[in-house]
């Protein structure tokens, strides 16, 4: 398992960020990333990155000299985290996920401009896909045959300022294949596909939208959730997660099934009909997506000063990992025996 350690030998200024390699049978920890870090050379692992054939593709924010600052692309070998290559790339704002189908990964550069690299021949096609000037990406997801990108406005021009966007893209050819304008808002979109029906959450509002005809099937504003996080389905169940929210929708016709208006979440992860809720108090609730009913808790064992801090929880081969006051746990899933 790899996950971002920070260290703190000397206080803040000598903060030892990098990325390290855990077994996960023994927790011991098999190497870092960089090697070797010199003091005040700050290293940023602020995205996921993408695995495929024991290599791991990344983003991250590189201080090689005081107060001069990179975003280069890395290729690592998992196994023995070795530098495989690494590329020289462009990102401005926060740096977003490297997300992928096989060999072929995607990374957005300069806002605007998703790139495409191959992992096994670290040759960067660049222009993939450039959207508009004014447009920049706030989010985008991989889809069998697509990219889908929310996007916002970010013109001068008052009158046009954070109107928002849904593009989809073709995944073979990088062509802009439907593009719909879904409201104002400054707060960014997030969107998914489902059953080849569009959903896409921009500030208070969730929405269904027929890829196909462009029409929206149905529309939902919930004063109550705001900043959404994550969209999970389970059968029928659309459920949308919210920093201060929860609620379930009936994802063909957006009646609501569930709204829990004081329940919110940072980071939720999917396993079938469960839900992994890290909740505002640090800690981590087991959410069954169909009725929104709170199964379970964890509770970070050195609750006294931290709880759970992030990032997701993970699951691989059927086991929970979660990150809290330095430390990685591994716990059973649900539903526990």
Same mark, same amino acid.
């Given at each position: 398992?790899?996950?971002?350690?920070?260290?703190? *030998?000397?206080?803040?200024?000598?903060? *030892?960020?990098?990325?390290?390699?855990?077994?996960?049978?023994?927790?011991?920890?098999?190497?870092?990333? %960089?090697?070797?870090?010199?003091?005040?050379?700050?290293?940023?692992?602020?995205?996921?990155?993408?695995?495929?054939?024991?290599?791991?593709?990344?983003?991250?924010?590189?201080?090689?000299?005081?107060?001069?600052?990179?975003?280069?692309?890395?290729?690592?070998?998992?196994?023995?985290?070795?530098?495989?290559?690494?590329?020289?790339?462009?990102?401005?704002?926060?740096?977003?996920?490297?997300?992928?189908?096989?060999?072929?990964?995607?990374?957005?550069?300069?806002?605007?401009?998703?790139?495409?690299?191959?992992?096994?021949?670290?040759?960067?096609?660049?222009?993939?896909?450039?959207?508009?000037?004014?447009?920049?990406?706030?989010?985008?997801?991989?889809?069998?045959?697509?990219?889908?990108?929310?996007?916002?406005?970010?013109?001068?021009?008052?009158?046009?300022?954070?109107?928002?966007?849904?593009?989809?893209? *073709?995944?073979?050819?990088?062509?802009?294949?439907?593009?719909?304008?879904?409201?104002?808002?400054?707060?960014?979109?997030?969107?998914?596909?489902?059953?080849?029906?569009?959903?896409?959450?921009?500030?208070?509002?969730?929405?269904?939208?027929?890829?196909?005809?462009?029409?929206?099937?149905?529309?939902?504003?919930?004063?109550?959730?705001?900043?959404?996080?994550?969209?999970?389905?389970?059968?029928?169940?659309?459920?949308?997660?919210?920093?201060?929210?929860?609620?379930?929708?009936?994802?063909?016709?957006?009646?609501?099934?569930?709204?829990?208006? *004081?329940?919110?979440?940072?980071?939720?992860?999917?396993?079938?009909?469960?839900?992994?809720?890290?909740?505002?108090?640090?800690?981590?609730?087991?959410?069954?997506?169909?009725?929104?009913?709170?199964?379970?808790?964890?509770?970070?064992?050195?609750?006294?000063?931290?709880?759970?801090?992030?990032?997701?929880?993970?699951?691989?081969?059927?086991?929970?990992?979660?990150?809290?006051?330095?430390?990685?746990?591994?716990?059973?899933?649900? %539903?526990?025996?």
């Amino acid at each position: 398992m790899v996950v971002p350690t920070t260290i703190y *030998d000397e206080g803040f200024m000598a903060e *030892d960020n990098r990325l390290c390699g855990i077994d996960i049978m023994t927790g011991d920890v098999k190497w870092f990333f %960089p090697s070797d870090l010199e003091k005040r050379h700050y290293c940023d692992f602020d995205s996921k990155g993408y695995l495929h054939n024991n290599k791991l593709i990344f983003q991250y924010e590189a201080n090689q000299r005081e107060d001069i600052f990179t975003r280069p692309i890395v290729c690592l070998d998992v196994m023995t985290g070795k530098l495989i290559w690494q590329k020289d790339s462009r990102s401005s704002g926060a740096i977003k996920p490297v997300i992928g189908s096989n060999n072929d990964c995607y990374f957005v550069q300069d806002s605007c401009r998703v790139c495409k690299v191959n992992m096994d021949s670290d040759h960067i096609s660049e222009f993939y896909y450039t959207g508009d000037d004014l447009l920049q990406i706030n989010d985008f997801v991989l889809y069998d045959n697509c990219l889908v990108l929310s996007c916002f406005s970010d013109s001068i021009v008052e009158e046009y300022k954070f109107e928002t966007y849904v593009i989809i893209v *073709d995944k073979t050819t990088g062509n802009e294949i439907f593009r719909k304008y879904i409201g104002r808002s400054p707060v960014g979109a997030h969107s998914y596909i489902n059953d080849n029906t569009l959903y896409s959450n921009v500030d208070r509002t969730m929405m269904a939208i027929d890829i196909e005809t462009g029409n929206i099937i149905w529309e939902r504003y919930d004063i109550c959730a705001y900043a959404c996080q994550d969209v999970l389905f389970y059968n029928d169940i659309l459920m949308k997660c919210a920093v201060n929210a929860t609620i379930g929708y009936d994802k063909n016709t957006g009646d609501v099934k569930y709204l829990f208006d *004081d329940y919110g979440s940072y980071y939720v992860t999917q396993q079938g009909r469960y839900a992994y809720f890290l909740n505002r108090k640090d800690k981590v609730d087991i959410i069954e997506i169909e009725t929104g009913k709170k199964l379970g808790q964890i509770i970070c064992p050195n609750n006294n000063r931290y709880g759970f801090l992030g990032p997701y929880p993970t699951i691989y081969d059927n086991k929970l990992y979660i990150i809290g006051n330095n430390t990685l746990y591994r716990y059973p899933t649900y %539903p526990w025996n």
